[in-house]
């Protein structure tokens, strides 16, 4: 199985190229992790149905909210199901408008039970976030759904699929094996020193990382390649409850 970290980008013009991709080989995992640089969102989707055609498994762990949480649709009048969602989403045509609209019905920002649970910084209608969840639900997500790849737990996800796209969380990781998850970003000696930190801890839970891609992730100091180097360690095996299959879940 291939399994790939995704730091993912709301950004204008596609992404502006800022996205960053780690690929696992886990039959092999021995062999270091190795990175596919900088993407936007159009080579991400086409990466990913790539992996569709190529017969292997793969598992794309994502940094970006997949659904919006039932307070949302309610007070949205939005039914309670993933591809409603999506599709009333897309419609809006851009992350502000639909935005915008949202605000005139409800000014709330309410997290979702994943969330909660999976201690994510914020919630998916965040100013800071908000890109993210409508590029990624009404560009990436909505057409995978509607060609039959499996996201996770929301769509297609009856009898097995070789492809799987799923939500993941760095901060969230680095919380559930009680790392530093603070302090990594930015420019200076401090913040460089908490990056080398977590990468030497990422090879000690068996992370294959080669001297380059360290010395690459310690001089990044936005932290987007740490963050996509976070999300290929062991993703978190767990039960979803009943408003994953709506809201979705961090793995």
């Not at 270091?32 to 569709?52: C, F, Y």
């Not at 492809?163 to 913040?191: H, I, Q």
Request: hydrophobic residues 40%; contains cysteine; proline residues 6%.
């Amino acid at each position: 199985m291939l399994l790939h970290g995704v730091d993912f980008s709301g950004a204008d013009s596609g992404g502006s190229a800022k996205i960053r991709i780690v690929d696992r080989n886990l039959r092999t995992p021995k062999d270091a992790i190795v990175s596919r640089g900088r993407a936007d969102r159009g080579t991400l989707l086409r990466l990913i149905r790539e992996s569709v055609r190529d017969e292997r498994d793969h598992v794309w762990r994502i940094d970006a909210p997949f659904a919006l949480a039932i307070e949302t649709l309610d007070a949205a009048s939005v039914p309670h199901e993933w591809l409603s969602m999506a599709q009333w989403m897309h419609q809006f045509g851009s992350p502000r408008g639909w935005r915008n609209e949202l605000r005139t019905i409800s000014r709330k920002e309410p997290k979702r039970v994943c969330d909660r649970s999976e201690h994510t910084p914020m919630a998916p209608m965040n100013l800071r976030v908000f890109k993210q969840t409508w590029t990624l639900i009404s560009e990436v997500l909505l057409p995978l759904a509607e060609e039959g790849v499996r996201i996770e737990p929301v769509a297609n996800v009856e009898g097995h699929a070789k492809v799987v796209v799923c939500e993941g969380c760095p901060a969230s990781v680095l919380r559930r094996f009680d790392w530093p998850d603070r302090g990594y970003k930015g420019g200076g000696e401090p913040p460089k020193l908490v990056r080398a930190e977590i990468v030497s801890k990422l090879k000690a839970i068996g992370v294959a990382i080669s001297d380059a891609l360290t010395k690459d992730a310690v001089e990044d100091v936005e932290g987007d390649l740490l963050d996509a180097m976070l999300l290929v360690a062991p993703p978190a095996m767990t039960v979803v409850p009943r408003e994953a299959l709506v809201e979705a879940w961090v793995y």
